[in-house]
Nanobody
């Protein structure tokens, strides 16, 4: 059974940093690409970026420059380091296992709130 569990969210002041984690189980983590998304209130879920099994990353506009995706293939954990946070970064953040055996898998998300 695939399980993705995000953690590390919380309330932070503008300019601060957070590191989110996504603990995985039920898959051979090191063989799979992973993604981070976020969904702000009243908005669609947007891609932040992706990381391949070998650690190559690419970012959408929302994640370029301030966000860094990484992974620990021993601990089976995906990370999202977020720096210089802005109030507009307030959202629920989700990790995704894309296209695994024909389906996309999501965690339940972790709330990030950035105060001005």
């Amino acid at each position: 059974q695939v399980r993705l569990v995000e953690s590390g969210g919380g309330l932070v002041q503008a300019g601060g940093s957070l590191r989110l984690s996504c603990a995985t189980s039920g898959i051979v983590f090191r063989l799979n690409s992973m993604s981070w998304y976020r969904q702000a209130p009243g908005k669609q879920r947007d891609l932040i970026g992706n990381i391949t099994s070998s650690g190559i990353t690419d970012y959408a506009d929302s994640g370029e420059g301030r966000f860094t995706i990484s992974r620990d293939n021993v601990k089976n954990i995906l990370y999202l380091q977020m720096n210089s946070l802005k109030p507009e970064d307030t959202a629920v953040y989700y990790c995704q296992l894309p296209n695994w055996r024909g389906a996309n898998y999501w965690g339940r998300g972790t709330q990030v709130t950035v105060s001005s």
